[in-house]
């Protein structure tokens, strides 16, 4: 499987081409500001990490590209503002979204998840021919593409989840905390799958982790957020290796 | 034996108006987690376009005197796809702009649909049975009907036994039909795909590019129309007034409830269930003197059925048990 990658607009003057850029984004509920002037460049083909305690805005980041929260500031997607747009438009526009815990249709099949998840699709062979291919990356979901996904494992739903938001052959691909309430082997298994699809498919990806290492293992470059406010930026080896991100995140 | 059978028909016969009215409910409970205390009402106002068709206007004279059926089928098409719309309207206009999280302002501006809607019928048309009535969709005079067991005398002359009228038998024909629509249209269209996406989780749908206004607008048309045809069904019976839907639809909640107020395959048992208490729980009960009141008010007996019900199965015979997680 490929993914056509006709458009080549980079950012002038810049060696990496820019998928998805937020800048000065500005995020509240009622009157707590929860995003501070955050600003962050996601390169096309890359996978980038957004690290962060608990509540330091890591959901509304994602919730806020995908204009699910009230929210000021400005996202590109391939340089063209889709900021002001609604929801529906913005996953049009090749954003898929796996939000935190899961994001699966429970009372829905497995199949019927999957189908979903090619909303926007409009080409019915090349759908089936996605399906087919995820069945046979992950056998459990063909095994049980009759079943309630409400049914499957906690693991099992996260990979449905991803298969899901992958069928609608997203240009980026973000993944809300896809490590929450799960076993540390699994986990494993997921972002090594993750670093497969990149690689393979090419699908830029923002992931928002509170579990560093893994995620720093399959990014190019990462971000720490704290507070709403990015304090750190590099790149992932470099974080890795610095000795603030190493005491908050990863563990001493 | 006779009467039981006639009431198992009676049952099923009403059962199957109450329950076209419960999955309305249902369709905009799946859609919304409220409850549209004008479904009643709409689907009154939807008969009362049937009406017009068929009775009042001469749109429809084209088609031939003799064919009185094809007339009043087609009014009653033409009814279910007007409401249908008229619905979607009501949707877009007075439910959609308030916050979905936030239910009580919707749940009064449905009972002020209620309201609103009865008083204009009520003003256009009168409060009155409608003279001339409204007529069947099925041939429903007094000899349209099938013996069933009765006794043959000397001269050939056939007396008792149950009589299934074939009105009666069109009624339940025409809710299995207008389900087995349901099923095709909610399991094998791209719009039905989206409505159980919604109805199952609305945040993960507008991820995946679902227009949740259009579809919760589509759910409205959908129940607009099957309300309409529960009351053009019962129009006949019950003759057509305004107020003619106010029972039906406690009626239906009741089943809605039975059945789980978020299984459409429910709300259909549930309406049913609610028919034949009626016809025959009420029926056998009453003969025995102490519940002789239960011939003037039957709902209480419905009640407790739903009562009992929920005090054994909170959410419904079929209806999901909902675990929230924190």
């Not at chain 1, 089936?128 to 739903?157: C, M, N, T």
Request: glycine letters at 10%.
């Amino acid at each position: 499987m490929t993914i056509a990658e006709t458009e080549s607009r980079g950012a002038a003057g810049s060696s990496k081409e820019i998928m998805l850029s937020v800048s000065g984004l500005e995020a509240s509920y009622g009157a707590v500001q929860v995003l501070r002037d955050l600003s962050l460049d996601v390169p096309k083909g890359e996978v980038v990490v957004v690290l962060g305690a608990n509540g330091a805005g890591k959901t509304t980041t994602l919730r806020s590209i995908c204009n699910m929260v009230t929210c000021s500031g400005s996202v590109t997607l391939e340089g063209d503002e889709i900021g002001k747009m609604n929801t529906a438009d913005i996953v049009n526009r090749g954003v898929a979204h796996v939000p935190q815990g899961r994001g699966t249709f429970p009372e829905l099949s497995v199949k019927d998840n999957l189908y979903v998840g090619a909303y926007t699709r409009s080409d019915k062979g090349g759908v089936e021919d996605d399906i087919a291919l995820w069945f046979e990356k992950y056998p459990v979901l063909g095994e049980r593409h009759d079943q309630a996904a409400g049914s499957l494992s906690g693991g099992e739903q996260q990979m449905l989840a991803v298969s899901r938001a992958l069928m609608s052959r997203p240009k980026v691909l973000l993944l809300d905390e896809p490590s929450l309430g799960l076993a540390p082997i699994i986990i494993e298994d997921l972002f090594q799958t993750f670093k497969q699809i990149n690689e393979e498919q090419g699908t830029t990806m923002l992931v928002v982790e509170q579990n560093a290492n893994l995620a720093l293992d399959i990014a190019t470059k990462g971000y720490v957020l704290e507070a709403g406010e990015i304090v750190l930026e590099g790149d992932a080896k470099q974080l890795q290796n610095d000795p603030a991100v190493q005491e908050a995140y990863l563990g001493g | 034996m006779d009467l039981f059978l006639q009431r198992i028909f009676d049952g099923f016969t009403t059962g199957a108006i109450y329950a076209a009215v419960a999955v309305a409910l249902v369709l905009i409970f799946k859609a919304t987690t409220l409850i549209n205390f004008a479904q009643g009402e709409l689907a009154m106002a939807g008969a009362f376009v049937g009406y017009i068709f068929a009775v009042r206007s001469d749109v429809l004279d084209f088609i031939s005197e003799e064919d009185s059926f094809t007339k009043t089928w087609v009014a009653a098409i033409l009814a279910m796809i007007i409401s249908a719309i008229m619905a979607m309207a009501v949707e877009r206009a007075l439910v959609r702009p308030f916050d979905p999280d936030d239910h009580l302002p919707v749940v009064l501006i449905t009972l002020g649909l209620f309201l609103i809607i009865n008083a204009v019928v009520g003003e256009i048309f009168n409060y009155q049975a409608q003279n001339p009535p409204m007529p069947g969709l099925f041939p429903n005079d007094f000899d349209n009907f099938w013996r069933i067991g009765g006794v043959t005398d000397a001269e050939g002359n056939v007396s008792g036994g149950a009589r299934l009228f074939w009105d009666a038998a069109g009624i339940v024909l025409s809710l299995a039909a207008m389900l087995f629509f349901l099923y095709l249209l909610l399991n094998k269209t791209k719009m039905g795909l989206a409505f159980r996406a919604v109805s199952s989780n609305v945040e993960s749908a507008r991820l995946v590019g679902v227009r949740t206004g259009r579809v919760l607008g589509f759910g409205w048309a959908l129940a607009a129309a099957f309300g309409t045809l529960g009351a053009i069904l019962v129009a006949p019976r019950l003759s057509l007034q305004p107020n003619m839907m106010a029972v039906v639809l406690i009626y239906a909640l009741a089943g809605a409830a039975i059945g789980g107020l978020d299984s459409l395959g429910g709300a259909a048992v549930g309406g049913l269930i609610i028919g034949l208490v009626n016809s025959v729980g009420v029926g056998y009960i009453s003969d025995w003197e102490p519940f002789e009141f239960l011939r003037a008010i039957p709902l209480f007996l419905s009640l407790i059925a739903m009562l009992l019900t929920l005090l054994y199965r909170p959410s419904g015979l079929f209806g999901t048990k909902r675990v929230e997680r924190v």
